[in-house]
């Protein structure tokens, strides 16, 4: 099915463990994105992507680290896990910056 | 920097009322502005856009109108139904501005009652 998908839906992780969280397009779109979103904060951006190997830092990227070495794929890794980054992480990807398309998003407890 | 200012919720309507969320933006050049939607649990959805000036962007029976002069672009829909329970961001796009992503308010919630 054409798409954006992301896995795991749910993860619970402990403090200082990696997680990967991956995100995976159908569509070929050359941008990809890396939010998250907290209650009171809104959607915030992490990482973007405009094309294969090519990454750029959004508002909050610390503590996260993105690859892209494949156009549908855009996974992010959270290298130390910290309480601070339990959140919802949606992925989305689009034509440009200008259009997006989201996911349905991974809900990460880090206890 | 570029930035949007929706109305904070949450908003709770009767089912057909008439529904107004405003949102204001401020930014350089000549942004594209959006709409989304999320329905619980799910992730976002486009739901209009709007990309110049006295367009007015539109689906599922909502509106929305891209005002210049007043830098706005409210959304509304004229009779309301419970299926549309979910919450609504507003957010921009700058071409021309320093940033390369969406800038998004910080949502407003709507409970729609039968």
């Known amino acids: 099915d054409a798409g954006i998908t992301q896995s795991p839906r749910y993860k619970i992780t402990e403090t200082g463990r990696q997680v990967t969280l991956m995100c995976h397009q159908t569509w070929s779109h050359s941008y990809m994105f890396w939010y998250r979103q907290d209650l009171g904060h809104g959607l915030r951006l992490i990482y973007y992507?405009?094309?294969?190997?090519?990454?750029d830092k959004g508002e909050v990227p610390d503590g996260y680290v993105v690859s892209r070495s494949k156009t549908e794929n855009f996974p992010l890794t959270l290298e130390s896990a910290t309480r601070s980054q339990t959140s919802v992480y949606f992925c989305?990807?689009?034509?440009?910056?200008?259009?997006?398309?989201f996911g349905p998003g991974t809900r990460l407890t880090v206890t | 920097g570029d930035s949007v200012t929706q109305m904070e919720g949450p908003v709770t309507l009767s089912e057909e009322a008439f529904l107004t969320i405003n949102c204001t933006y401020t930014a350089t050049g000549y942004p594209s502005l959006f709409w989304y939607v999320q329905y619980p649990g799910e992730g976002l959805q486009l739901l209009l856009k709007a990309t110049k000036a006295d367009d007015k962007g539109s689906n599922k029976g909502f509106e929305a109108t891209y005002r210049k002069e007043t830098t706005s672009f409210h959304l509304e829909k004229g009779s309301v139904q419970v299926s549309d329970s979910a919450v609504y961001f507003c957010?921009?796009?700058?071409?021309?501005?320093?940033?390369?992503?969406?800038?998004f308010g910080k949502g407003t919630k709507l409970s729609v009652k039968p």
């Open positions: 989305a990807s689009g034509p440009g910056w200008y259009e997006q398309y």
């Open positions: 992507s405009a094309a294969a190997d090519i990454t």
């Open positions: 957010a921009l796009s700058n071409y021309g501005g320093s940033q390369g992503n969406l800038i």
